[in-house]
């Protein structure tokens, strides 16, 4: 009954924060458990984050698909200082994904503080929860800032 309520202080937390993703994905959750489809929880659990990195990203590939980004546009990336800066971020983002997998292999139990940190940055920061990864690559480097000072 523990998870339930959890689940249902994330529906109200959600609802209150106006975040629909965060009521919709408990309401999700705690329907499959009031349903007894736990078995699937697994599953989600491994590959929902998959597809919806996978929903992302053809979303953010469609202007390529659609025409609206053209060769030209493409090109211009390398020309100007904000693709350059973008290309730069990029790079920048992927690089901390990869260090952000590295701390979650090392240090498992941190997915409970990334889970409650990305709950608090969508209710109450108006954020976007597009990947714990990154949020793992962050707290990487914030602990690298930190043991370097505390030194």
């Known amino acids: 009954m523990n998870s339930d309520l959890i689940?249902?202080?994330?529906?109200?937390?959600?609802?209150?924060?106006?975040?629909?993703?965060?009521?919709?994905?408990?309401?999700?959750?705690?329907i499959l458990k009031?349903?007894?489809l736990e078995r699937f929880f697994p599953g989600v659990e491994r590959r929902g984050l998959e597809f919806g990195l996978l929903f992302l990203?053809?979303?953010?590939?469609?202007?390529f698909a659609s025409g609206k980004v053209s060769v030209k546009d493409i090109g211009e990336i390398f020309s100007?200082?904000?693709g350059m800066f973008a290309l730069i971020g990029g790079i920048a983002a992927?690089?901390?994904?990869?260090?952000?997998?590295?701390?979650l292999k090392m240090d498992p139990q941190l997915v409970v503080g990334l889970v409650l940190g990305s709950i608090v940055g969508?209710?109450?920061?108006r954020g976007i929860p597009v990947g714990p990864?990154?949020?793992?690559g962050i707290t990487a480097?914030?602990?690298k800032i930190f043991q370097y000072f505390a030194k």
């Open 7 to 30: 689940l249902v202080l994330l529906i109200v937390t959600g609802l209150i924060g106006r975040s629909p993703i965060i009521a919709t994905a408990a309401s999700f959750l705690l």
């Open 34 to 36: 009031l349903i007894h």
């Open 57 to 63: 990203t053809i979303a953010v590939l469609v202007p």
């Open 80 to 82: 100007t200082l904000p």
């Open 94 to 103: 992927t690089y901390m994904n990869g260090k952000g997998l590295d701390l």
């Open 122 to 125: 969508i209710v109450f920061m």
């Open 133 to 136: 990864l990154m949020a793992a």
């Open 141 to 143: 480097f914030l602990l």
